[in-house]
């Protein structure tokens, strides 16, 4: 099998249109992020001490369960134990398809951790990533905020998803931070990758 780094209609939310079109305010945007829709209701506390979990509105064990099985699912994607912190699972990247920009990386090829709470760390390009702030879908990591320079200022927490709805929003903005690892969209080469 030929590893391209595409997303299959099957990895993407079946209700996203396609869209051909990558031009919005945000500037060059994945489809997955295109009309991403407004989280509803009261965003969750994150804890700005270190692991920074959420202090409520935790993932339900089955919801965080049925999106790492969707993860394992992803091209050149294994879950790993990871230790930032602990009881997380790194999504890790295979080495010939990690063509992204260093900064698509939490570290070595680990670019993205899902955390025991159900919540995501992971890092998009800046204009992506403002898209999923102002939509309610996540937060700046708090040490980013607190540590400048501690980590990369694009490293963003999203919230656990607390049902379906929230999963498959989820879903899409992991495959955003999936071709910025990847360092393409589908065909499309991202600049300053090392396709």
């Known amino acids: 099998m030929r590893a391209n780094c595409q997303v299959t209609p099957s990895q993407e939310d079946q209700s996203s249109p396609v869209v051909t079109d990558m031009k919005s305010s945000y500037g060059y945007l ?7 829709p407004v989280r509803q209701g009261e965003r969750p506390l994150i804890n700005p001490r270190y692991p920074c979990l959420q202090d409520n509105h935790w993932a339900p064990p089955r919801i965080r369960e049925q999106f790492l099985r969707w993860l394992a699912k992803l091209e050149g994607v294994s879950l790993e ?10 999504l890790v990247l295979a080495e010939h398809l990690a063509k992204g920009k ?4 939490i570290r070595g090829k680990t670019f993205a951790i899902v955390r025991a709470d ?24 708090p040490l980013a ?12 927490i999203l919230y656990a998803p607390r049902d379906q709805r929230d999963l498959a929003v989820l879903r899409r903005i992991i495959l955003a931070a999936y071709s910025f690892a990847c360092g393409r969209i589908g065909t499309q080469i991202l600049p300053d990758t090392a396709w």
């Open 30 to 36: 994945p489809p997955s992020l295109r009309r991403l």
């Open 118 to 141: 159900g919540s995501v760390h992971l890092l998009l390009e800046p204009a992506w990533g403002q898209k999923v702030l102002d939509k309610g879908w996540g937060s700046v990591h």
């Open 102 to 105: 260093p900064e698509a990386f």
């Open 81 to 90: 134990s990871s230790d930032l912190p602990p009881a997380a699972q790194a």
């Open 145 to 156: 905020r607190y540590m400048a320079g501690a980590i990369p200022p694009q490293s963003l």
